[in-house]
T-cell receptor, first 112, second 112 residues
Framework: QKEVEQNSGPLSVPEGAIASLNCTYSDRGSQSFFWYRQYSGKSPELIMSIYSNGDKEDGRFTAQLNKASQYVSLLIRDSQPSDSATYLCAVNAGRGNNRLAFGKGNQVVVIP | DAGVIQSPRHEVTEMGQEVTLRCKPISGHNSLFWYRQTMMRGLELLIYFNNNVPIDDSGMPEDRFSAKMPNASFSTLKIQPSEPRDSAVYFC??????????FGPGTRLTVL
């Protein structure tokens, strides 16, 4: 079982719609969860971090964490063409280890 | 703040040659990470340092790869001898804590 899984294929959404991305992780003791955005040919950029169950909102982005079900999601409201990118889910197991495990990413295409 | 600095940004070399990638982390960050990204395998952690000490090198592919961090502001990743399958984008990231990591622009390596 992979540490972090992002199974959805490319996601196409019309401009103004909500894009929803999901991620599951295998280590039940994981402590910290992150979403990175990566534009084609660029480096990953941190956009959200979440550490406790529930929702965390930052502008048009909302991260949701459910530790019991071992999943974390990212919602992008009012999607814009500039949101077209690959979104990487990353999980830190904590316990004194600051290694991040990354999913393979989900490509989002916002159609004007 | 200048962010994480990597050099060179692009490297083209021939099989068998030595390649050295360089990274300057963000000042004050005590952890440094080397990643490799390919389409097939996604983003893979090669090695990370905490306070200049290598903590986890389990991702280093084989003995051809080595990494050093002689001081808090500089790290190198060396491949000797290089092979075509080493072609990838290599990222360096730094972190101030056991949490968020900030990525450099990456080095695109092509081994012919």
């Amino acid at each position: 079982q992979k540490e972090v899984e992002q199974n959805s294929g490319p996601l196409s959404v019309p401009e103004g719609a909500i894009a929803s991305l999901n991620c599951t992780y295998s280590d039940r003791g994981s402590q910290s969860f992150f979403w990175y955005r990566q534009y084609s040919g660029k480096s990953p950029e941190l956009i959200m971090s979440i550490y406790s169950n529930g929702d965390k909102e930052d502008g048009r982005f909302t991260a949701q964490l459910n530790k019991a079900s071992q999943y974390v999601s990212l919602l992008i409201r009012d999607s814009q063409p500039s949101d077209s990118a690959t979104y990487l889910c990353a999980v830190n197991a904590g316990r004194g280890n600051n290694r991040l495990a990354f999913g393979k990413g989900n490509q989002v295409v916002v159609i004007p | 703040d200048a962010g994480v600095i990597q050099s060179p940004r692009h490297e083209v070399t021939e099989m068998g040659q030595e390649v050295t990638l360089r990274c300057k982390p963000i000042s004050g960050h005590n952890s440094l990470f080397w990643y490799r990204q390919t389409m097939m395998r996604g983003l893979e952690l090669l090695i990370y340092f905490n306070n200049n000490v290598p903590i986890d090198d389990s991702g280093m592919p084989e003995d051809r790869f080595s990494a050093k961090m002689p001081n808090a502001s500089f790290s190198t990743l060396k491949i000797q001898p290089s092979e075509p399958r080493d072609s990838a984008v290599y990222f360096c990231a730094s972190s101030p804590s056991y949490n968020e990591q900030f990525f450099g622009p990456g080095t695109r390596l092509t081994v012919l």
